[in-house]
């Protein structure tokens, strides 16, 4: 760039030459041309500042390009493991529905169980009360017997004599 630059002011001060311009003429003219050449390179460090800057950018789009792409692939892990849990849980929530249904299977057979125990015991109860009057009756009886007996041997005592 600079190279081509130099040529071209090389040329310029070569038509100057053969114009056979006065060497005041020559500086006025060379004067006018430093103005350019300082202006050329300013601006060349300013191009060399702006191409540095465009390629920090450049790293910087690359890594977050990077990084993006990472967090991409982060939230398509969370995603899977989301839709694992989501799995997971509607499994766990048809257990605890069986295991619900099971509970209240087994209340009500607990509660049949129950209900049983006491007709039993009400039976036994009922038993119970029969046999004391059985028992008492049965007393009772032989009590009568018993007077019958000795009513039966006081007569024939009585008769006998």
């Avoid at 690359?62 to 849990?85: F, G, N």
Wanted: a negative charge; aromatic letters at 2%.
């Amino acid at each position: 760039h600079s190279l081509m630059g130099m040529v071209e002011e090389n040329e310029i001060l070569q038509v100057l030459e053969d114009m056979k311009l006065s060497v005041d003429e020559r500086d006025k003219v060379a004067g006018l041309l430093e103005e350019p050449r300082e202006l050329c390179v300013q601006l060349g460090w300013y191009l060399a500042e702006l191409e540095e800057r465009h390629g920090a950018l450049e790293d910087r789009l690359s890594a977050a390009r990077t990084e993006t792409h990472d967090q991409m692939a982060k939230a398509a892990q969370l995603v899977k493991q989301i839709a694992v849990l989501k799995k997971d849980v509607a499994a766990a929530r048809g257990a605890e529905e069986v295991a619900r249904q099971i509970e209240a299977r087994r209340r009500d057979e607990a509660l049949a169980v129950l209900a049983q125990v006491k007709e039993l015991e009400r039976a036994v109860e009922t038993a119970k009360a029969d046999a004391e009057v059985a028992q008492e009756a049965d007393a009772n009886h032989s009590k009568d017997l018993k007077l019958a007996h000795a009513e039966v041997g006081l007569s024939v005592d009585f008769e006998s004599r």
